[in-house]
């Protein structure tokens, strides 16, 4: 994630802060964000009971008070803004929900339910974006919240007092302030500190990724605005009942509040055109193959292990153990911040939740090995992409004549990728259809037997064969949970054109048949209709290569990867179903896995005529 770019998707929307938290304004304004700012005039009332967890009542009142600034921006004058930000935080002790302290009494209060414990800040967050539909506005709210855990040290009572006494406890939920004297109560901090200081900026960014860069589909919530308005077209929503007496004095502009004023004035001397919108999409993808080549050297170094066993760590603790240069080390560390990959903290450098889980080496959804292989072979392959597109995919048909020697390494990298990639989501093709009327199945190219497991798992009748090569087969061992495969799981070496096909109820192809050209593919679904018995099935899991040009983005990468390496042919799903039946497969099913990028066919042999 680059972090810019994201909040660049604000830019040319009109953005209101229904807040009147100081600090909230610093933090969004601090990141880059052009916004205005118009207080939520709701109250904070809401039954705390009624909500199953207090980050639910934080996410509920962070929605009522963006809400309420919504409603009364198009109330005015029948517009509301594109989109407004509302948040709340809260602390929780002891089952307790602390907000502001109504006076001294009860900050000391607060302060001594923390005193010497650990406790939790929330902070709920509310983005909503606006429209006027048939003359009424329609919002869009997308919620979510953020945890932080804090612990105090023991205080004394003078210090307390001491502390309440400075004034700084009285706007602040829970009773201090992280960012200032309040920080010295505190012993430490677990989480996002921006988020104890009322907005978790980091969560914010992902959820703009989220919003803005949905897979699959991009940027359909676009909205054009050429410029943002005139701060003062709302003057009268200032806090001060009636409208109040200075014009600037109710919306607070943050940076954009001056740019916006700007622009008005040149467009009424009708002398200056507005810039174009700035196109942050196209720069983001103009520099995209460096943010995946930091990725890559980030993996390949190892950097992710690293920070995994042992962090925070300063650029050079990193750099001593990765055996890289200091200055180097640091620019990738930072490469990766922006990334959304690393945090960077005053004690150094974390590995992001995603980065622990996906990019260091070991781990069981560790997809390590398939960016070592997309460095290693894609990355070069799609240096000759114009290559194939001028003379056609046979120009790059082949590429490097493999080294004996290495073709071991090779393998075994290719199995690694593939494991990383089936183990996320061997689950969602095992239970897409319900297979228990199968007591066995053969998985053919079935490779470590990430799916064969999740199909024993599944169905505790399922005995599992996994066919394929012997080349392949020799290094599963490796792959096997606990070092074994289960007793209802076996492997048998063949080749799937020539050898016998073992015996199943079930056989299933899963990312084997765009591989292959279609003869080749007929060949094999003649071999596997030939072998299965009426009554049995097909389970067929492939990424697609659909005409629905909303599905466009995420068909790229397959479509461009068969033109470099020619062999396969992308399919759509019509097409896999078609192929299916012609080998007298009825009953074809069709679902979709893994957030729609796998396309999964479940058929069934018809008695022949
Ligand atoms: C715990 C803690 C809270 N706070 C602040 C963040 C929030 O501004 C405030 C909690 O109150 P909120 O009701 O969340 O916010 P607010 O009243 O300041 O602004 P508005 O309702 O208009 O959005 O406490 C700190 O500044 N530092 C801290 O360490």
């Known amino acids: 994630m680059a972090l810019s770019p994201v909040i660049g998707k604000l830019l040319h929307k009109r953005v209101v802060l229904a807040s009147a938290s100081p600090r909230r304004r610093e933090i969004l304004s601090q990141a880059g964000l052009r916004f ?214 109710g919306i607070e502009g943050g940076p954009g509040g ?135 995919p046979n120009a790059v048909a082949g590429g490097k004549v493999e080294d004996p020697a290495q073709s071991q390494q090779t393998t075994l990298q290719f199995m690694r990728a593939m494991h990383g990639l089936s183990k996320l989501t061997a689950r969602r093709v095992a239970t897409a259809f319900d297979l228990s009327r199968f007591t066995s199945a053969c998985d053919l190219g079935g490779c470590t037997g990430a799916l064969a497991h999740e199909l024993a798992h599944e169905y505790p009748r399922m005995r599992v064969t996994v066919f394929d090569l012997p080349d392949v087969l020799e290094h599963v061992a490796c792959f096997q949970p606990g070092g074994r495969p289960s007793e209802r799981i076996s492997f048998v070496p063949g080749d799937f054109f020539k050898d016998s096909l073992p015996e199943a109820e079930l056989y299933v192809l899963s990312r084997i048949l765009h591989d292959w050209p279609d003869d080749q593919v007929h060949a094999l679904l003649g071999r596997l209709s030939g072998r299965c018995k009426p009554g049995g099935g097909v389970l067929v899991a492939e990424e697609t290569v659909d005409e629905d040009p909303a599905a466009a983005r995420s068909n790229l990468a397959a479509a461009l990867s068969l033109l470099v390496r020619p062999r396969g042919r992308g399919r759509s799903g019509a097409e896999y179903r078609d192929l299916l039946e012609q080998h007298g497969f009825r009953d074809v099913r069709v679902a979709a896995a893994a957030g729609g990028a796998l396309h999964l066919l479940l058929g069934t042999r018809a008695s022949p005529p």
């Open 36 to 249: 205005e700012v118009v207080p939520s005039r709701f109250k904070e009332t809401l039954d705390k009971a009624s909500f199953p967890a207090p980050y639910a009542y934080a996410m509920e009142t962070a929605k009522q008070k963006a809400l309420e600034v919504a409603a009364r921006m198009y109330q005015k004058d029948l517009r509301a803004p594109d989109v407004v930000i509302g948040a709340d935080t809260i602390v929780t002790v002891g089952g307790l929900i602390l907000e502001k302290p109504v006076d001294k009494q009860d900050a000391y209060r607060m302060l001594s339910m923390l005193n010497g414990k650990e406790h939790s800040v929330f902070t709920g967050v509310a983005i909503i974006h606006c429209c006027s539909k048939g003359g009424q506005l329609d919002t869009d709210v997308c919620q979510f919240h953020e945890e932080t855990t804090v612990r105090f040290s023991r205080l004394s009572e003078e210090l307390l007092w001491e502390y309440i006494d400075s004034g700084e406890p009285m706007d602040k939920a829970g009773g201090y302030g992280i960012q200032a004297l309040g920080g010295m109560l505190v012993e430490y901090v677990r989480g996002d500190f921006l988020n104890v200081v009322g907005f978790p900026l980091n969560h914010f960014c992902k959820k703009l990724v989220e919003l803005y860069y949905p897979p699959g589909r991009h940027d359909v919530r676009r909205v054009k605005h050429d410029s943002i308005p005139a701060v003062d077209t709302f003057e009268d929503l200032s806090d001060v009942e009636g409208g109040g007496s200075d014009p600037a004095g």
């Open 258 to 392: 001056q740019a916006a004023a700007g622009t008005r004035g040149a467009e009424a001397n009708g002398a200056v055109e507005s810039p174009p919108p700035f196109p942050a999409d196209l720069l983001e993808l103009i520099d995209g193959f460096k943010a995946s080549k930091a990725l890559f050297t980030a993996c390949k170094l190892k950097v992710f292990d690293v920070l995994k066993d042992e962090a925070p760590l300063k650029a050079a603790e990193v750099a001593g153990r990765i055996d890289a240069s200091v200055c180097g080390t640091g620019r990738l560390l930072d490469a990766c911040v922006a990334l959304g990959l690393l945090e960077k903290t005053d004690g150094g450098y974390r590995n992001t939740e995603v980065a622990s889980r996906h990019l260091a080496s070991d781990g069981e959804y560790s997809l390590h090995g398939l960016v070592t292989r997309h460095d290693d072979h894609a990355w070069e392959l799609f240096t000759r992409l114009e290559v194939a597109v001028r003379q056609g």
